[in-house]
């Protein structure tokens, strides 16, 4: 079994920042590809963030220069520090990872969600 439980997530006011974690525990061999997603109301889940294993970090246009991705292996961890923050942020943000939980079976796996709000 694995899970990713995310935090950090909360209140803030248009310009502010806020500092999301995601952890993976279970029966975790390697973790490979570690994305941030988010939904706002009334629309559909969408990528906002990946960094591979070796640290090389992709993002959405709308975030760029704003939220930096990270990693830390050895705690099983992926981060998304998010400054400027604009209230079209506001949205539930999800991590999912892609995870070898033995040498044959490699899932993705995704955390419960955690809400940013952003005000004007």
């Known amino acids: 079994q694995v899970q990713l439980v995310e935090s950090g997530g909360g209140l803030v006011q248009a310009g502010g920042s806020l500092r999301l974690s995601c952890a993976a525990s279970?029966?975790?061999?390697?973790?490979?590809?570690m994305r941030w997603y988010r939904q706002a109301p009334g629309k559909s889940r969408v990528l906002v963030a990946t960094?591979?294993?070796?640290?090389?970090?992709f993002y959405t246009n709308s975030v760029k220069e704003r939220f930096t991705i990270s990693r830390d292996n050895a705690r099983n961890t992926v981060y998304l520090q998010m400054n400027s923050l604009e209230p079209e942020d506001t949205a539930v943000y999800y991590c999912n990872a892609d995870i070898d939980s033995t040498l044959y079976r490699r899932s993705t796996y995704w955390g419960q969600g955690t809400q940013v709000t952003v005000s004007s």
């Open positions: 279970g029966s975790i061999l390697s973790i490979n590809a």
């Open positions: 960094i591979t294993r070796d640290g090389s970090p």
